[in-house]
Each structure stands twice: as C-alpha cells, then as structure tokens.
C-alpha cells in the first residue's frame, strides 16, 4: 500500500514513510502535517520491499522507518538499515522502534541511521527531531561508503583508530564541518580535542582560509583580552603598536578556543557580544570591526558543573554549544590501542632511524588493558620514550615497565591497602547516576541516543532523573 499527501516545501521536501501498521501511518502523517507550519510531501511504504523499490526511482530527503517494518528485507536490523542507508542516497533517516527494543535502535544507528525515537510518536516531538536533524546536518548529501562503509577507515584527518566510536566520529565531523555554527568539543586531555578542531576545519568551506588557535588556559587574564581581540597602540604600558588579535586574524577562517572555560567571567561577557554581532573591539579603542569567523570551543571540564559553579556564563554555553562532540576516552576504545601503537611506533621509529618489529603479544594485552589517565597523548609519549631508550626489536613487556616512569602499563602484584586508604565504594543508585548521565554527555544531552547506547529505555532515564533530584532535595 502507498499513499501520498501534503504538497512540496522547503522545510522537509519529500518525506519516506515506511510503516507496516496502516492505521499508526495514517496517524503519523496526520499528526506531522499538523505539527510542521508547510505540510511536506509524504509517500508512505508498508513493507521495506516496498521502500527499497520506491528509493531506487525517486529521490527522497527524510526517511522515516519504523525497524519492525523492514523483516521482509533482512532479518538483522543492521543490515536491513545499511543496505536502507546506502539506497537512501543521503536523506536524513530517523528509525522508530518500540520502547523494549533500544538493542534494535542502537543497531539502526550503527548503520547509518542519524537518530531514533520511541513509539509511540508524537507528531510535535517527531517534527522537533527532524528540525535538529535538519539544522545539524544541513542539506543531506550521499552517505554512500561513508555510512555504512565495506571496511573502516583508520586514518582521519590526523585521527587514528577504527572502532565503531571512530567511525562514528569521523562521520560527525564530516556533516558537522560544513556548517559554518559554533562546535563545542568536550573530552577528557589528551582525547584530541584540537585535532578535532583542525579536522573541522580542513573538512569544511574555510579551509584555504587561517585556522588560529588560542588556548585561554595558558595566557595570562590581563593580557587575554588583547589575545583574543587586538590591541591599539598606548591602550597600556608596552602596547607599543597596533596589534590584530585572533578573532581578526581568522578572519574568513576558524578561530578555535581551546579550553575556553578557563577565560574570565568578564571577558565571556564581551565573548558573547561577540558572538551574538559578530563584531570586535581592539583593547583601547571604541570603534567596532566586523569579522568572520567560525568558533570553535573545547574544554575538558564538565561545562554542566562549571555552569552550576558561577565559572561559566549560561547564555554563552547555549550560544556556544550548537553542534557538540564528544571525544571518548582511550579506555573505552581499546580496539584502537594497539592500532595507534603500531601507529607511534612506526613514525617514531623512522625519526630515530631505528627499526622495530613489532610487540609482543604480553606487551599488547598489557598495554591494551591499561586504564590511560592521559589517553592518546599518554600512549603516544611511551611509545616515543620505547623508541628512544630502545635499540629496536620486538617490544615486550619488560621493555614497558622499563619505559613507563607511569607506572600505569606493567601490573605489580596487589598489595592491600591501608583501611584508611581503600577506595570509598559508592552506593549503587549513585554509580547507576553517574553511568548514565556519561552516556548522555557521549551523546551531546540526547537521552535517545544514550539509552539506545545503556539497552535501556528514554522513560528510564528520565524517571530516575526524576527520583535523583527527589533525593537531592531531601537531602
């Protein structure tokens, strides 16, 4: 059964519908041609046989698709959705799966879906998710390889590293640098959050222009202002001449802030003023100066606890934080522990014109069970320290412990601690707390994406949202 309504616009163009239950699809176009301002022209498919004949003639820019619907394509979702990915084209593909089958939805989205809702749908929240989409990713272009692609990519615009976080990484700085909206990029240190912002760069429209960066974290608080905005000759002692400051000096191109949330409540005042005109004042002159520039930020703190602490402004957080990413930590990647090893080995073994045959296999399991505090910067100083104290070889485990004044690679035998010295157990609502508001911050405040991740449901995570501020307040 296909159906068509609603006329052409520009907000959603032409929508796929893909729903094996008549009535529910009826349901849905009613409820989204209510909810948007122009009705999008919507084509419904009641089989995923259907679908896939439908997207081999016709061009669509939203695909909306109901996972129990696609059976007839494939038994695994996964593979239903990559080979629905690859005929889509490009559209945008919102999947919808019942709320018990969040396994099925994170699967979906391994694929090459870019989000999820649970049923049952409501119009108004349907359309909202399509609106973000739409801002997020800009005018969908051809996923083809790139969503669901033969084999996976390990070398990305600096990055190294092919586990499933990666790729979907890699796939998020590719839609993401196009847009000319500020990136706030969080992760612990060492992660890559400036690699990140050069690859946004080098990916997006700005990159035959510069691409300055600045780290707030490391210039002193009076001269950060002149830093970041220019100063005129005489504005203080030693400004003996006019000076561009960085938002100038990207002008046309990226200026990226690096720990941003280490600048004076002061000057994230006259940041936000920035951001919002789009225009700059040197230190000690009046006349405003039009500049260009696409912002990126990144810190390693947690921008939610500087925000309750009064370290950082609200309203520019919200300005700033329009397209986040989240570096994950080493330790939850560690497919690509041995991946960025080889890596390191071999760039640092040319440099130091030595020659390595590899790592042994206790080196490996060591090295990939480490937790990795300082993440890749960490591996990547132990490798070049191995390189430099080492002749060549193999790498084994006691040329390791040799190289690691961290002390975080080789595995001394377990000494009991002190009473007073053993690590306080929290209690399990208050661990259960803290993996789940992680999860949500992976994801950038989607608690779809989070609970599709944590196999569990949204209502899950927003009741015991709920009952953990009860307790706060009870407390």
């Known amino acids: 059964m296909m159906m068509t309504s609603g006329s052409d616009n520009t907000l959603c163009g032409r929508l796929l519908l893909i729903d094996s239950d008549s009535a529910c699809a009826r349901q849905t176009c009613s409820e989204l041609a209510g909810a948007l301002l122009v009705a999008p022209q919507i084509t419904h498919a009641g089989a995923g046989r259907d679908a896939f004949e439908l997207l081999r003639k016709l061009q669509f820019d939203v695909v909306i698709c109901d996972l129990a619907s696609l059976g007839d ?29 969040v396994s099925a939805a994170l699967g979906a989205m391994r694929a090459g879906a870019h989000d999820y809702v649970a049923k049952p749908v409501n ?80 990916k997006g429209p700005r990159a035959d222009s510069r691409f300055v960066a600045i780290n707030c974290a490391a210039i002193p608080r009076d001269l950060m202002e002149s830093e970041l ?131 042994s296999a206790e080196a490996a399991q060591q090295l990939t069970a480490a937790d990795w505090p300082g993440n890749v910067r960490q591996l990547q100083n132990l490798v070049r320290r191995l390189v430099v104290m080492f002749d060549g070889g193999e790498i084994t485990a006691e040329m390791l412990e040799a190289a690691d004044i961290e002390s975080r690679v080789s595995n001394p035998a377990p000494v009991e601690a002190p009473r007073a010295e053993r690590r306080i157990v929290l209690p399990m609502w208050q661990q259960e707390q803290r993996i789940i508001e992680d999860a949500i911050a992976v994801f950038g405040g989607n608690i779809s994406m989070a609970a599709a991740a944590l196999e569990i449901s949204p209502s899950t995570i927003y009741r015991k949202r709920q009952s953990w501020s009860e307790m706060a307040a009870a407390g």
């Open 73 to 101: 394509i494939a038994a695994n979702v996964e593979d239903a959705m990559g080979r629905l990915v690859r005929l889509a084209n490009g559209a945008l593909i919102l999947a919808v799966a019942d709320s018990s089958s």
């Open 123 to 202: 119009g108004s929240v349907l359309a909202g998710r399509l609106a973000e989409l739409a801002q997020r990713h800009g005018r969908p272009r051809s996923l083809g390889a790139e969503a669901a692609p033969d084999r996976d990519i390990t070398d990305f615009a600096g990055f190294v590293g092919a586990s499933s976080a990666m790729q979907f990484l890699y796939e998020q700085i590719s839609r993401v640098a196009a847009s000319s909206a500020p990136v706030f990029i969080t992760g612990e240190s060492g992660t890559g959050k400036d690699v990140c912002a050069e690859a946004l760069h080098a």
């Open 229 to 359: 905005f220019g100063v005129v000759r005489g504005a203080f002692t030693g400004a003996h001449e006019d000076r561009k400051g960085a938002a100038e000096l990207a002008h046309g191109g990226t200026l990226f802030l690096d720990e941003v949330g280490e600048l004076d409540l002061s000057l994230q005042s006259k940041l936000l003023r920035f951001l919002q005109s789009g225009c700059i004042s040197r230190v000690g002159e009046t006349a405003a100066r039009k500049v260009d520039v696409r912002v990126i930020c990144a810190t390693n703190r947690n921008p939610m606890q500087m925000i309750a602490n009064r370290q950082f402004r609200e309203d520019l957080f919200y300005r700033l934080h329009v397209l986040p990413i989240h570096l994950l930590p080493l330790r939850q990647r560690p497919s690509d522990i041995m991946l960025l090893t080889r890596h390191f080995l071999s760039r640092y073994a040319q440099e130091e014109h030595k020659r390595f045959s590899g790592v």
